[in-house]
Every structure is written in structure tokens, then in C-alpha cells.
């Protein structure tokens, strides 16, 4: 395994008398998937939030590349390279879809400035290269708002490959979607996140998804991280069992 893209330390916050993360501890490496899961109120989009700097942790470190990103504002922070998909997607409906990739490219490249109407020519070639491996190249002209939700997701994974990111966080990346379309979907994250040495951190309320996709598996209960490993030892972990037993989600049956 290579080295940690992110690397987690004693990661905590409370809200109120509320600890909803704990002394937290993961890493992540380039080109691995590693899920984020646990019942609802385990503390999952908190992290998130304090991964992407929208939540400034009362504790812990969090490293990206060796490089402290504690404390930096989320624009920075995404400058670095953490990128992120959103379980409301984040692509502009009026804008074509590759208006949107080229949006996101322009911004990468600081020339947000430019008129947009002005620069509609540019980095369009990049931008269709990127569709291309999403598979949306054929609806390029298309109008985000007309799209199908899986189609949209393939998008909106397009604008955040357009930052380069070193680590993409991904919320619940296949809520909403028909099982063949979530298959997809989690196949092409892993094909380009080894293709690019993108390490991946999602969420994910899909146990199949979870254990059909991720290489490894950590678990958050009421904050503290309770089991990580494979797909294969999670699932086998009593104190995990314990967790969600009666909810049926450890069999594939939704939450
Ligand atoms: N802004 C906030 N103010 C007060 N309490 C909060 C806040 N955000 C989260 N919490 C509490 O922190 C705990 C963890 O919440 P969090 O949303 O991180 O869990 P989660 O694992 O993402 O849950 P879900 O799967 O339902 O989205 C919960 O007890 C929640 O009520």
C-alpha cells in the first residue's frame, strides 16, 4: 500500500454534551476506497465536515499529503486537492453539461474572471476529455436540468476529477439510484481513483455497495470509531453485528 494520501489523528468534536466524533484515527491511500460508515447520528458528515473545512475540529489532526490542512478555509483546502460529491449534486441545471465541467476546470485554473461568455472555447477539449471517462461525452450539449439522476452523478464526478483532486470525499454517492446505475457508478469512482491515485473516502448507507466496493471499511458509533479492515472482517465483527443489528442493513435490506 502507498503512502497516506490523508491521514486522521485523534479527530474530535462535540456539540454541546454531544461527542459526535471522538479521537478518531484513519488514513487513506492513494488509489484506495476506503468507506465511512456507521448508524444514523454516528458522527459521519461531522467528519466530513471537519475533512473539508466546514467544521473546525476542537481536537486531532487531519494531513493531506503530509501537509497540516487543520483550520484552513474550505476554498484552500479544495485548492489542495480535496474534492467533494454531494448527496444533492452540485452542477448547475440551467448549463449545459459540459458548461459545468468547464466551469469547474476554469475555476481549477483561477480564470473564474474571465467572462464566461467570452470563454466558452476554453479548456472545452479537457472538458470532453473528462466526460469521456464518465461516459457523458454524448450528452455534452445537454442541459444539466433534462438529466437522468445517474447521469447527473457521472457529471458531477466529471467536475470534481476537473480539480484534480488528491482525495475526493463522496457523500452517499448512490442514494437515489437504481442498483445497476449504483454498480456503475462505484465501479467508475475505483476505475479512475486507481487510475489517478485519487484516494476515495465515502459514505454510504448501501451495504452491498459498501461491501461490493470498498478496499477497506471503518466504523463510526456514536463517534468512536468501533472496527476497521476489510469488507470481509467488518462484516464479521460482532461489536459491528451489534450495531446494526435489527436494522437488517448488514444483510443488503435498506436501512
Ligand atoms: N450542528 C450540529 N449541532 C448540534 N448537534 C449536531 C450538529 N451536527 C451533528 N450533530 C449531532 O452530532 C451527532 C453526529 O451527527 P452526524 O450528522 O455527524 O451523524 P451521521 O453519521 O452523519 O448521521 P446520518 O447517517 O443520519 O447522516 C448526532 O448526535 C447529531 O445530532
New binding site residues.
Given amino acids: 500500500m502507498s503512502a497516506a494520501v490523508l491521514d486522521v489523528r485523534g479527530l474530535s468534536k462535540s ?2 454534551g ?1 461527542r ?2 471522538d479521537g478518531v484515527d484513519f488514513a487513506v491511500a492513494a488509489g484506495e476506497l476506503l468507506a465511512l460508515i ?12 471537519m475533512l473539508n473545512g466546514q467544521l473546525r475540529p476542537d481536537a486531532g489532526g487531519v494531513s493531506l499529503n503530509g501537509r497540516s490542512i487543520v483550520g484552513l478555509p474550505p476554498r484552500r483546502i479544495w485548492r489542495l486537492g480535496v474534492g467533494r460529491t454531494f448527496q444533492i449534486t452540485a452542477t448547475f441545471v440551467s448549463m449545459t453539461v459540459r458548461e459545468n465541467v468547464q466551469m469547474a476546470l476554469l475555476s481549477h485554473h483561477r480564470r473564474i474572471g474571465s467572462m464566461f461568455a467570452r470563454a466558452s472555447g476554453l479548456y472545452r477539449a479537457e472538458a470532453d476529455a473528462l466526460l469521456e471517462r464518465v461516459a457523458m461525452r454524448d450528452q455534452a450539449d445537454r442541459v444539466c436540468g433534462v438529466l437522468a439522476y445517474g447521469d447527473l452523478k457521472r457529471v458531477e464526478l466529471a467536475v470534481a476529477l476537473a480539480n484534480d483532486p488528491r482525495l475526493l470525499l463522496m457523500d452517499e454517492p448512490t442514494a437515489g439510484m437504481a442498483p445497476r446505475e449504483r454498480v456503475q457508478l462505484m465501479e467508475l469512482a475505483a476505475r479512475l481513483a486507481r487510475e489517478r491515485g485519487i484516494a476515495v473516502l465515502f ?1 454510504e ?1 448501501d451495504m452491498d455497495v459498501v461491501f461490493a466496493h470498498a478496499d477497506r471499511v471503518i466504523v ?1 458509533d456514536r ?1 468512536r470509531l468501533i472496527a476497521s479492515g476489510t469488507p470481509d472482517q467488518v462484516r464479521a465483527d460482532p461489536q459491528v453485528q451489534a450495531v446494526y443489528l435489527g436494522s437488517g442493513a448488514m444483510y443488503g435490506h435498506a436501512q
Fill in positions: 456539540f454541546g454531544v459526535a466524533v456507521g448508524p444514523n447520528g454516528a458522527g459521519k458528515s461531522t467528519c466530513f465536515n459514505t448507507h463510526l463517534g
